[in-house]
């Protein structure tokens, strides 16, 4: 950009030991719905985030001696600010990552708020375990404490959401932190540093290092005093992480991509069914990682299923994200929406049939927004199970259905990939829904609903798709060390 140009950007800083910080150089952050260039993110390396590690552990003694009730309250005071100002944080969440305005307005900057009043109040709550050996004059007990700095890196599609979904409960439990936000979405994580000290966040608590993932995202992983990392995103990044952490035994949770499927017996509530499914492939343009990809359909109803699918997925409307009536936005970067495009030219040269979307339908966009990352919802038919569009990730609004005829085939078939996220099984027969949930390698089975989440349970995949889980106990197991404790008296 030229200077009068660079004059008009949003320059972010990075936050450490309590202040913003300038950093010595940049990346360009685009707006995805006009393909602009319109912030400027820093480029942090070793020295930054040596510098936030450092702040970290200098505050992890005051903040880990704090009772749960004192950070309880100073989360719940964050929640309060970040909810008062969320129609700013919904905007700056849309114009960074491209999603609608609603999906921010309702889903993403709700959930970040919650999750802090969440873990405020489940840290309340916690009891740890107690046993008794009378014959040995003993009692045992188990204590748990925080661990120290804690290394928390996420990814681009639902960015103010998953970054709080570690840092609540990471200082809930009396760690301190550095986060790294995806480089493609930092602005909300910014936004969010600025209401901190408000809270009565002590300085060092909660320190945030923007940049690429090759750069501060291993400096943090191989930083020797960041005991833990806590990471969402591809699983190729976390093979990375893995072998980068290994040298120093740290504590990893991973949760990673997914291949979901949706299962439809002919017994389904088609009327539940059909919109729902609709929403679970496309919501954020299907940019979420339970997302479903791959929709087996049981024969009887499947010509009738695929027909009134098309229609509802015709309906969902494509153009710019700050319109409250438009259902899909912009895919985060133009190298993304090419690899999803390539994917739907994949298929076709297999031999697959596209129903609606891309290269079928035509797609009108506004103006403003002729040089967006825009596609409009696909639907793809009569595709192989071993096809790349049913085996990979594809991270966008593109679902292949398929017809299935028994229940042990379509466990076998829904379990032919490499991932083991989320799925869906919709069927108004009790039974089987019981059984099916049980074959199924997913982490989540979701029954004639999608995406409804109590967060009191454990959220996280199997195979592929991640280790470890996240939720009320499970977040509080990971980012506490457990102790045992044998008194004889
Ligand atoms: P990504 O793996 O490319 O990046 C995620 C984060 O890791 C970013 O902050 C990135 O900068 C950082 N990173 C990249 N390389 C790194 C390295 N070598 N060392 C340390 N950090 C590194 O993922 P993405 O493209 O941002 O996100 C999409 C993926 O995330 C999809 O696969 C999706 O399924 C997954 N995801 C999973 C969940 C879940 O809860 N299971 C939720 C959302 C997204």
Redesign the pocket.
């Known amino acids: 950009p030229t200077m009068a140009h660079s004059k008009a950007l949003l320059v972010l800083e990075n936050f450490i030991g309590g202040k913003f910080v300038p950093c010595s150089s940049y990346i360009d952050s685009y707006n995805p719905s006009t393909g602009d260039v319109y912030c400027r993110v820093p480029d942090s390396g070793k020295e930054e985030v040596e510098a936030a590690v450092k702040a970290a552990k200098d505050a992890f003694p005051i903040w880990s001696s704090k009772s749960p009730l004192e950070r309880s309250q100073i989360l719940n005071k964050l929640a309060d600010l970040i909810e008062h100002d969320l129609e700013a944080f919904a905007q700056a969440e849309s114009k960074d990552q491209g999603k609608t305005i609603t999906f921010a307005r309702t889903v993403d900057i709700p959930r970040a708020v919650h999750n802090f009043r969440f873990f405020a109040s489940s840290i309340l709550h916690h009891i740890t375990e107690c046993t008794e050996m009378p014959t040995m004059g003993c009692v045992h007990y188990t204590s748990r404490a925080s661990v120290g700095v804690a290394g928390l ?6 960015p103010l959401y ?1 970054l709080t979904w570690k840092i609540a409960p990471a200082i809930a439990c009396g760690n301190t932190v550095v986060a ?4 493609m979405t930092s602005v909300t994580a910014w936004m969010m540093c600025k209401h901190l000290e408000k809270a009565g966040v002590p300085p060092g608590v909660v320190n945030v290092v923007f940049g ?3 750069k501060a ?2 400096a ?2 191989c930083h020797p005093d960041v005991p833990l990392i806590s ?7 976390a093979q ?2 893995t072998e ?1 952490s290994a040298p120093h035994c740290k504590r990893l949770s991973l ?4 291949k979901n499927p949706a299962i439809i017996f002919d017994d389904a509530d088609l009327s539940q069914c059909i919109p729902t499914t609709v929403r679970s492939s496309f919501a954020n343009q299907g940019e ?2 339970l997302c479903t990809s791959r929709i087996f359909v049981q024969r009887g109803i499947y010509g009738q299923f695929l027909k009134r699918f098309v229609a509802e997925a015709k309906k969902w409307k494509t153009g710019n994200p700050s319109d409250p009536t438009t259902d899909v936005g912009a895919l985060i970067s133009k190298e993304h929406l090419e690899k999803v495009r390539n994917y739907v030219k994949k298929a076709q040269a297999e031999g697959a049939r596209v129903l609606c979307g891309e290269g079928v339908d035509p797609l009108a966009l506004p103006p403003g927004n002729q040089k967006g990352y825009f596609m409009l919802p696909t639907v793809i038919a009569e595709v192989k199970d071993e096809s790349c569009c049913m085996q990979e ?1 594809i ?1 966008g609004p593109v679902t292949c259905v398929v017809a299935f005829d028994t229940e042990e085939e379509v466990i076998r078939r829904a379990n032919g990939v490499k991932y083991g ?1 989320a799925a869906t099984v919709w069927s108004s027969n009790v039974g089987r829904v019981h059984r099916v949930a049980h074959r199924l390698q997913s982490g989540l089975v979701w029954t004639n609903c999608w995406l409804v989440r109590d967060l009191n349970l454990p ?3 199997m195979k592929a ?2 280790i470890g889980r996240e939720g009320a106990k499970d977040s509080y197991e990971f980012f506490t060390e457990v102790k045992t404790i044998t008194i004889k008296h």
Do not use: D, Q, Y
Not at 255 to 258: A, N
């Open positions: 890196i996420s990814p681009w599609n639902l998953l790294k936000p995806s480089e690429t993932g090759a995202g291993e943090l992983v990471f969402t995103g591809s699983t190729l990044t990375r992480i980068k949760e990673l991509g997914g979420i990682c990730e991270f996220l959220f996280g995949g798709s991640g």
